[in-house]
C-alpha cells in the first residue's frame, strides 16, 4: 500500500482589489431599475391574464352569430380584433367603440368575465402610463450616473494605476471630470475607458499597481470572525522595468568603443569534441516595447564551432584568467597572430554573436532587489570614463524611483516624466537619441498588509478534488513522453550524464517534432467523442492519461443528463453534485502517473451561496509548483526582519522530500519584471549560457547533474553528483514554461510544475437552448465550486441596440429575467468555442453604462458570448477595509506527499513507438548510447 502525506500551507497571499466594491454603486440606474422591475411584474401578470382572457374571448365569439351579415357581425369582429390586441398585449390607450362592443358582448355571455375583461384593460392602460414615467427616470439616472462616475476619477488608487496602465487617458482625466451632461463622441469613448478601469480596480483581482493589491496572511485559531481586514494605508513598492536595462547594454554592446572595455566569459557549459567546440548557442528576439507588457524571447540550441589552434588556445587562455576584457582578448589575438587589429576585433565581435562569449556583468539577475542599481555598479566595476558618466547619469532615474513610492498623484506624473527623460539622457550619451523606450518604464506592486489573520479553513474537498487534477494538466503528457524517450534509450535503471547532449538529442529526434503534431490536435472529434493524445512511444502512462478524461467525461455526462431529467420532471436541483464515487474513478486511472511529491497552488475566492448562505470556497485556477503564490512578491515584504524569502525558503526545506533538495532553474537573464524575485531555494541549477547568481557552492552546473531511471517509481530524475542526493528543478517566475529556452524548459518537465485549468464541461453536450440561449448549472462538489453558473449565446441573439434609451434597458432586462441571469456577471465574447485569451468583463445590468460599454464588444453577431455568475457576489465579499467590502482572492499552498512500497506499472525497457513521422528519426539516431552511456 501508498502511503499519503497530504497539508495545506498555513500562509497565503491575498490579491484584493484596490476599491471596495460599493464603488460602483453610484453607476447602477437605481430608479430605473425599479421602474424595469414594475414593469416586467406588470408585463407579467397581464400576460397571465390575457391567456385567462383568451379563453373568456373564445367563448364570447362562439356566442355570436357566426353569419358575415348577421345581427351579430359586429360583436364578432369587435370580439376578434380584442383577442388578437390582448394576445399581441398591445390594445390602444384609449379604447374605441369596437372595444366597448366587445365587452358588452362579453358581458352577455359572463358578468365575471366583463369584469375581469375591464381589469385586465383598466392595467394594461396602466402599463401605458408606467411604460411613459421611464424616460425621464432614465435621464435622471443617467445624469447621475455620470456625475458619480466623475467622482470617481478622484480617487488615488484609481489615479495611480492609471498613470502606468494608460498614461494617455490618465491625462485627459481632469477635463472629462470637468464635463457636464452627455458626452459628445470623443467624451464618450473616454467614458466607457473610465468605466472600465473603475470596473477593473472594483471588481477584479488581477495585481497591478493601485488596482489591486497583495497582501500575506495566516490562517491561525486566533483569527477574529467574519473576515479578513486588511490595511487602510497601502504601501508602494517599484523597480525599473528591465527591458530598459536590456536595451541600454544593446547600445553599449553595439558601439565598437565602449565594448572594448567590457569583460567577457566563454558560455558556461561548452566542451571539447575531436575536431570540434560544442556549446549552447542563446538568441534573443527583442519584445514590443510599444506594448504595455513585454519580454524578450530567448532561445537555446546546441551549437557547435570547428577546432582551430586559434580557438583552442583562445579558450586555454580563458581557463588560466577566467574574465578578459574585450580590448585584451583582441590585444592578445593581435600578439599572437600579428594579425591587424581589425581583423582581431572581426574576430572578437563574431564570438560575442555567435554566443561562445558573453557579456555578463550587463545581465539582470533572477534575485536583483533593485536592478538598476545594479546594472550602476555593474558599470562602475568596469572603472573607464565613459560607465561612470554613464552610471551618474543614471543617478536621476534612480533617484525618481526612489521617490515614486511615496509621492502623490501628481507629483507621481512629474517623476514619470523625469524618468523617462533621464533614460533618453542615458541613451543619447551611448550615440541613440532616437532609441524607443517601452511604455512602462516601471512596474508597481502595492501591499495592503502583511501577516492578516483568517480563520482555519476545511480543506476535505479541496483535498479530494486534487486527485483529479493531472487529468487536466496541460504538461503531464509531455512528461511521460520524456521518460518514455529516456527508457527507450537508456532503459529502465538507465542513467545519462549528458544531460545537455539528451535534451539535443530529445528535441531534434523527437519533441519539436511531436508538439508541431499535438499544437494541432482538437480535444474531441466532430462527434463529440474524445481524441486520445498522441502516443509514438506507445507509453502506458499517455494511456492512463486518457482513460482518466474519459472516465471524467463519462461521469459529468452522467450527472449532467441526471440533472436534465430532474429539472424537466420537476423544479429539481440548483447545482449539479459531483460525489466523491465520481472523482474516485478518475483517480484510480490516474495512479499509475501520481506524482510522489505535489506541491500545488490554488487561487480560491471565499463566498457564500446566495440561495442559503452556506460557505462556499470557488476554485478559480490551480497551478504545481513550489512558492508559486508568493515568487512574484517577495521583494515588497522582503525588507523586513522576516523577510518573506527566508521564509518560504524554510517552507520549502520542510517539504522536501526525504534525500532531495529544490534547485532553482531561471531560464537565464531575466528579460521581464514578472521573473524578478528572491531567492527561494537552496540551490540553482546553472544552465549553459548562464553565470549563476548563488555562491559557488550553491551553484549546480549541468555538468555535475545525471539523469536516471527509477524504477520502482518509473520517473527520471536528476541526481547531483557533488550531493550525492536527488535534484527537483524547480521553476520560481511568471512566465508560462513554454516560453523558457529549450533546456530549462526541458528540465522542467522533470519538476512537480504544472498548469491544470479545470474545464468540467469539455466533451459534454449542451442542453437544448431556450431562446437560443444554453445554461449550465454550477458544478460543486463538496462545499468547493469547480464552475460557476454560465449561460451562452451568441452577439446576435442579445438586444442590442446602441442607444441609452429606456425601452433599450427594459430590453435587457425581459432577457435577462426570461434566462435567469443574475443582475451582475462576468461576461467572455471569443470569436469561437474557446475563450483562450479573452477577459472576462464585468457587466451589471443594471446599469445603463455599463450594458452601452458592454455593447462595443459584440459588433460581431457571431462571436461566442458566455456569462458566468459573480461568485461571490456583493453580500458573499470576505475582506473588508474603511473603505468597505472588497472583491478578493487567496492563493494558498498544498503538498502532496506519497511512500511508495509496491513496484509502480512501468513502461516497457524499450517501448515499441506506434506508426508516426518520427520513427525513422528514432530508429535512425544510435548515437544517443554512445553519447550518454548507461
Not at 385586465?120 to 414615467?133: I, M, N, P, S, V
Not at 491561525?220 to 487602510?232: K, L, Q
Not at 513598492?237 to 567590457?262: G, T, W
Amino acid at each position: 500500500m501508498n502511503t499519503t502525506e497530504w497539508h495545506a500551507g498555513d500562509r497565503f497571499m491575498l490579491r484584493v482589489a484596490g476599491l471596495p466594491l460599493s464603488a460602483v454603486d453610484g453607476l447602477r440606474a437605481a430608479d430605473t431599475r425599479r421602474w424595469a422591475q414594475d414593469v416586467l411584474t406588470a408585463e407579467a401578470g397581464l400576460h397571465e391574464g390575457a391567456e385567462r382572457m383568451g379563453d373568456v374571448l373564445h367563448a364570447a365569439v362562439g356566442a355570436t352569430d357566426p353569419a358575415p351579415d348577421g345581427p351579430g357581425a359586429a360583436q364578432r369582429r369587435a370580439l376578434l380584433r380584442l383577442r388578437r390586441q390582448i394576445h399581441n398585449g398591445r390594445l390602444p390607450s384609449r379604447p374605441d367603440a369596437s372595444t366597448e362592443t366587445a365587452v358588452e358582448a362579453v358581458a352577455a355571455v359572463d358578468e365575471d368575465a366583463a369584469e375581469q375583461l375591464a381589469g385586465w384593460l383598466h392595467r394594461r392602460r396602466l402599463l401605458d402610463k408606467l411604460l411613459a414615467e421611464g424616460p425621464p427616470l432614465l435621464t435622471a439616472d443617467l445624469a447621475r450616473n455620470r456625475a458619480a462616475l466623475r467622482d470617481l476619477v478622484a480617487d488615488e488608487r484609481l489615479r495611480l494605476g492609471l498613470l502606468l496602465a494608460s498614461p494617455v487617458l490618465e491625462g485627459q482625466l481632469d477635463g472629462y471630470a470637468r464635463t457636464a451632461g452627455g458626452p459628445n463622441g470623443r467624451a464618450r469613448k473616454a467614458e466607457r475607458s473610465v468605466l472600465s478601469y473603475v470596473y477593473r480596480t472594483a471588481c477584479k483581482t488581477s495585481p497591478f499597481s493601485t488596482f489591486t493589491g497583495v497582501a500575506t496572511g495566516r490562517f491561525t485559531e486566533d483569527a477574529a470572525a467574519g473576515g479578513i481586514r486588511v490595511a487602510d494605508a497601502w504601501s508602494s513598492h517599484v523597480r525599473l522595468n528591465v527591458v530598459v536595462l536590456a536595451r541600454l547594454a544593446e547600445l553599449i554592446l553595439a558601439d565598437p568603443v565602449r565594448r572594448r572595455d567590457l569583460p567577457l566569459r566563454p558560455a558556461s557549459g561548452w566542451g571539447r569534441e575531436e575536431d570540434r567546440i560544442r556549446y549552447v548557442r542563446r538568441s534573443v528576439t527583442a519584445g514590443d516595447d510599444a506594448a504595455a507588457v513585454t519580454f524578450d524571447a530567448v532561445k537555446d540550441r546546441l551549437f557547435f564551432l570547428r577546432r582551430s589552434g586559434t580557438l583552442d588556445r583562445l579558450l586555454g587562455l580563458f581557463a588560466e584568467r577566467p574574465e578578459l576584457r574585450h580590448r585584451e582578448l583582441a590585444d592578445w589575438l593581435g600578439a599572437e597572430h600579428g594579425a591587424d587589429p581589425a581583423d582581431c576585433e572581426a574576430y572578437v565581435c563574431a564570438l560575442l554573436q555567435l554566443g561562445m562569449v558573453r557579456v555578463p556583468c550587463l545581465d539582470t539577475e533572477v534575485h536583483s532587489t533593485d536592478p538598476l542599481r545594479s546594472f550602476q555598479r555593474s558599470l562602475a566595476s568596469l572603472e573607464r570614463p565613459w560607465a561612470d558618466r554613464l552610471a551618474a547619469l543614471l543617478d536621476a532615474p534612480a533617484a525618481a524611483l526612489a521617490d515614486y513610492p511615496a509621492a502623490g498623484h501628481t507629483e507621481r506624473a512629474v517623476l514619470l516624466r523625469a524618468l523617462r527623460s533621464g533614460l533618453h539622457r542615458a541613451q543619447e550619451e551611448l550615440g541613440a537619441p532616437d532609441a524607443a523606450l517601452p511604455q512602462t518604464l516601471l512596474y508597481e506592486d502595492v501591499s495592503a498588509g502583511r501577516e492578516l489573520p483568517c480563520p482555519p479553513r476545511d480543506w476535505a474537498a479541496l483535498r479530494s478534488v486534487e486527485r483529479i487534477l493531472p487529468a487536466f494538466d496541460l504538461t503531464l503528457t509531455q512528461r511521460i513522453t520524456f521518460e518514455g524517450f529516456f527508457t527507450a534509450r537508456y532503459g529502465a535503471g538507465g542513467r545519462c550524464e549528458d544531460l545537455l547532449g539528451l535534451v539535443h538529442d530529445f528535441h531534434e529526434d523527437f519533441f519539436d517534432q511531436y508538439l508541431s503534431f499535438t499544437a494541432r490536435r482538437r480535444p474531441f472529434d466532430e462527434h463529440g467523442a474524445y481524441v486520445p493524445e498522441e502516443n509514438w512511444l506507445g507509453l502506458p502512462g499517455i494511456r492512463a492519461v486518457d482513460a482518466a478524461r474519459r472516465a471524467f467525461i463519462g461521469r459529468m455526462r452522467q450527472a449532467w443528463a441526471a440533472y436534465e431529467d430532474a429539472r424537466a420532471a420537476a423544479e429539481g436541483p440548483a447545482v449539479l453534485r459531483l460525489e466523491e464515487p465520481d472523482l474516485a474513478a478518475v483517480a484510480a486511472e490516474l495512479e499509475p502517473v501520481t506524482a510522489d511529491f505535489a506541491p500545488r497552488c490554488h487561487h480560491l475566492q471565499l463566498a457564500r451561496d446566495p440561495a442559503d448562505g452556506s460557505a462556499l470556497t470557488v476554485l478559480n485556477r490551480s497551478y504545481g509548483g513550489l512558492s508559486f503564490p508568493f515568487s512574484r512578491f517577495t521583494h515588497v515584504y522582503d525588507g523586513t526582519d522576516a523577510a518573506l524569502s527566508a521564509e518560504l525558503r524554510a517552507t520549502a526545506s520542510r517539504v522536501s522530500p526525504p534525500d532531495a533538495v529544490f534547485a532553482e532553474v531561471t531560464g537565464g537573464p531575466v528579460t521581464t519584471n514578472l521573473n524578478l524575485h528572491g531567492q527561494l531555494t537552496e540551490y540553482e541549477i546553472v544552465c549553459p549560457g548562464e553565470s549563476g547568481t548563488l555562491p559557488p557552492d550553491r551553484r549546480l552546473h549541468l555538468d555535475d547533474l545525471y539523469a536516471e531511471h527509477v524504477p520502482r517509481t518509473g520517473r527520471v530524475v536528476l541526481r547531483s553528483h557533488r550531493l550525492g542526493r536527488e535534484v527537483i528543478p524547480v521553476y520560481l517566475g511568471y512566465l508560462v514554461p513554454l516560453a523558457l529556452p529549450a533546456i530549462p524548459r526541458t528540465l522542467l518537465l522533470l519538476s512537480p510544475s504544472s498548469m491544470s485549468p479545470l474545464d468540467v464541461w469539455a466533451g459534454v453536450p449542451e442542453g437544448e437552448a431556450r431562446e437560443h440561449v444554453t445554461t449550465r448549472p454550477r458544478v460543486v462538489h463538496g462545499d468547493l465550486v469547480l464552475s460557476r453558473r454560465s449561460w451562452t449565446t451568441t452577439a446576435g441573439r442579445l438586444p442590442v441596440q446602441g442607444a441609452q434609451e429606456a425601452a433599450h434597458f427594459l430590453d435587457w432586462q425581459r432577457w435577462r429575467r426570461l434566462h435567469g441571469l443574475p443582475e451582475q456577471v462576468f461576461a467572455t465574447v471569443s470569436a469561437g468555442p474557446s475563450a483562450a485569451g479573452a477577459k472576462p468583463q464585468y457587466v451589471d445590468f443594471a446599469s445603463l453604462l455599463s450594458l452601452a460599454a458592454f455593447e462595443t464588444l459584440l459588433r460581431d453577431p457571431a462571436h461566442r458570448v458566455v456569462f458566468r455568475e459573480m461568485l461571490p457576489g456583493p453580500e458573499g465579499l470576505h475582506v473588508h477595509s474603511a473603505r468597505g467590502a472588497h472583491v478578493a482572492e487567496l492563493a494558498v499552498e498544498t503538498f502532496t506527499t506519497t511512500v511508495r512500497d509496491r513496484r509502480r506499472p512501468q513502461a516497457p525497457d524499450a517501448p515499441e513507438p506506434a506508426e508516426s513521422p518520427a520513427d525513422q528519426a528514432d530508429q535512425a539516431d544510435q548515437e544517443g548510447g554512445t553519447r550518454c552511456p548507461s
